[in-house]
């Protein structure tokens, strides 16, 4: 079987017929919507398999990490594979023999990346960080403090500086790097009971957001956002809706601080706390403690004014499920102060990535359900006064796992055996 992945070239999130680099041309992918082309399938390098995480740090040049089917009774392996023409043609990258899997990968620019997971068994099954400084010709080991057991998300800003979460024997931690080669230094846990760290968003060096999950019994759980305003040495537990399963994908950039983007007036009422952890930033100022899923015990919420977020994932709570659940869109407008439910169409069971390169302008991914004639969706937001509910939806033959746009004229989307691209006008 041909492994393909869609790339997406997208020519126009943009209203009045116009993209950023001028008149558009061009179908829409829908009726009505501001995103232009059509998804086009390109074939992967044997012998990957399945692709889990994607970063273009420009419109020609991206990187996706994933794995390979094992032959002649060997495991699958860890594989890496990068793109010069925008996705249209893709080529393996050599990284080091003892990389087990491969996560999450994140990249500065078109030469300095880290891509996050485990070191095999037969090495020391500990997490693995390898990172490039010449766009992929050589890939080297930037090894995790001792004690790190897996590498689960990434994300480096063009300071080529990076986070990375790791999974300790004391919960989640964070990690950071100045560069991508220099080592990492562990910072800050993430708060008692939140685990399953799926993807980390930074709007700078010091605010990232990262998708969670709490426990709810031995086979449930709820999904959690954390953030942080202080380079990872503290992190608090979002307030969110009710009825969440897993969180997979946030992508949050920096916008207006006024408006629907100031942070909510302290309420009079409060939550008694239950399991502490510190505030990183609340409505009122000074430092408080909140319970985890409540607000802060003067009756602030936690956020960040002016940071438009935008998260998904699925209410199934139960792992090893395929295709079940519903889809969810959250969107906050003040760095999770406060959330919107957005409207997801009924075939899409669970959303497992988004990313977002203008404010109000987003790509969401994932699986539909079992029912559905495709077992991949792609939703593409729509205007800028309704992005969520005029949304338009394209379907795909796999599920898929990972998008990135790098402006509103270029996105790529991967996923399992599966790598498309949008070509526009």
């Given at each position: 079987m041909t492994s393909l992945v869609f790339v997406v070239a997208v020519a126009g999130a943009c209203s009045a017929g116009t993209s950023p680099s001028g008149p558009r041309s061009g179908t829409p992918i829908a009726n009505g919507?501001?995103?232009?082309?059509a998804l086009t399938p390109a074939a992967l390098p044997a012998p990957v398999n399945s692709l889990s995480a994607l970063d273009c740090p420009t419109a020609s040049s991206c990187w996706a990490v994933g794995s390979?089917?094992?032959?002649?009774?060997?495991?699958?392996?860890?594989?890496?594979?990068?793109?010069?023409?925008?996705?249209?043609?893709?080529?393996?990258?050599?990284?080091?023999?003892?990389?087990?899997?491969?996560?999450?990968?994140?990249?500065?620019?078109?030469?300095?990346?880290?891509?996050?997971?485990?070191?095999?068994?037969?090495?020391?099954?500990?997490?693995?960080?390898?990172?490039?400084?010449?766009?992929?010709?050589?890939?080297?080991?930037?090894?995790?403090?001792?004690?790190?057991?897996?590498?689960?998300a990434v994300s480096c800003g063009a300071d080529?500086?990076?986070?990375?979460?790791?999974?300790?024997?004391?919960g989640t931690v964070a990690l950071v790097s100045v560069s991508p080669a220099s080592g990492w230094v562990q910072v800050g846990a993430l708060p008692a009971g939140v685990a399953g760290a799926a993807d980390i968003s930074c709007s700078d060096d010091l605010r990232c957001w990262v998708t969670a999950h709490t426990s709810i019994d031995v086979d449930r759980v709820a999904g959690a956002v954390v953030l942080t305003t202080n380079g990872g040495r503290t992190w608090t537990t979002l307030t969110m809706p009710t009825g969440l399963g897993y969180l997979t994908g946030v992508s949050c950039l920096s916008g207006p601080a006024a408006g629907s983007g100031a942070l909510p007036l302290p309420s009079s009422?409060?939550?008694?706390?239950?399991?502490?952890?510190?505030?990183?930033?609340?409505?009122?100022?000074?430092?408080?403690?909140?319970?985890?899923s409540g607000p802060?015990?003067?009756?602030?919420?936690v956020g960040v004014a002016g940071a438009r977020c935008t998260v998904v994932g699925t209410t199934a709570r139960s792992p090893g499920i395929a295709r079940s659940g519903h889809g969810l869109i959250l969107t906050s407008t003040n760095g999770g102060a406060h959330w919107t439910n957005q409207p997801v169409v009924?075939?899409?069971?669970?959303?497992?990535?988004?990313?977002?390169?203008?404010?109000?302008?987003?790509?969401?991914?994932?699986?539909?359900?079992?029912?559905?004639?495709?077992?991949?969706?792609?939703?593409?937001?729509?205007?800028?006064?309704?992005?969520?509910?005029?949304?338009?939806?394209?379907?795909?033959?796999?599920?898929?796992?990972?998008?990135s746009c790098v402006s509103n004229s270029r996105c790529v989307v991967v996923g399992e055996s599966t790598s498309e691209h949008l070509v526009g006008g």
């Amino acid at each position: 079987m041909t492994s393909l992945v869609f790339v997406v070239a997208v020519a126009g999130a943009c209203s009045a017929g116009t993209s950023p680099s001028g008149p558009r041309s061009g179908t829409p992918i829908a009726n009505g919507s501001p995103w232009f082309g059509a998804l086009t399938p390109a074939a992967l390098p044997a012998p990957v398999n399945s692709l889990s995480a994607l970063d273009c740090p420009t419109a020609s040049s991206c990187w996706a990490v994933g794995s390979t089917v094992g032959g002649a009774g060997a495991s699958n392996g860890a594989a890496v594979i990068a793109t010069t023409d925008g996705g249209s043609t893709w080529r393996g990258q050599v990284i080091p023999a003892t990389v087990g899997y491969l996560s999450g990968i994140s990249c500065s620019d078109q030469r300095h990346c880290a891509a996050v997971g485990q070191a095999d068994q037969a090495s020391n099954g500990q997490g693995a960080v390898i990172t490039t400084s010449n766009g992929g010709a050589t890939w080297t080991q930037s090894p995790p403090p001792p004690g790190i057991l897996d590498v689960t998300a990434v994300s480096c800003g063009a300071d080529r500086r990076c986070m990375a979460m790791g999974t300790a024997a004391v919960g989640t931690v964070a990690l950071v790097s100045v560069s991508p080669a220099s080592g990492w230094v562990q910072v800050g846990a993430l708060p008692a009971g939140v685990a399953g760290a799926a993807d980390i968003s930074c709007s700078d060096d010091l605010r990232c957001w990262v998708t969670a999950h709490t426990s709810i019994d031995v086979d449930r759980v709820a999904g959690a956002v954390v953030l942080t305003t202080n380079g990872g040495r503290t992190w608090t537990t979002l307030t969110m809706p009710t009825g969440l399963g897993y969180l997979t994908g946030v992508s949050c950039l920096s916008g207006p601080a006024a408006g629907s983007g100031a942070l909510p007036l302290p309420s009079s009422t409060t939550t008694p706390p239950s399991t502490p952890v510190v505030t990183a930033t609340s409505t009122t100022g000074p430092t408080t403690t909140s319970n985890g899923s409540g607000p802060t015990a003067t009756g602030a919420r936690v956020g960040v004014a002016g940071a438009r977020c935008t998260v998904v994932g699925t209410t199934a709570r139960s792992p090893g499920i395929a295709r079940s659940g519903h889809g969810l869109i959250l969107t906050s407008t003040n760095g999770g102060a406060h959330w919107t439910n957005q409207p997801v169409v009924a075939t899409a069971a669970a959303l497992t990535d988004v990313s977002c390169p203008a404010l109000d302008s987003c790509v969401a991914v994932g699986s539909s359900v079992a029912t559905a004639t495709q077992a991949g969706v792609a939703v593409f937001t729509g205007s800028t006064d309704h992005p969520w509910k005029n949304a338009a939806v394209v379907g795909s033959a796999q599920p898929l796992s990972a998008v990135s746009c790098v402006s509103n004229s270029r996105c790529v989307v991967v996923g399992e055996s599966t790598s498309e691209h949008l070509v526009g006008g």
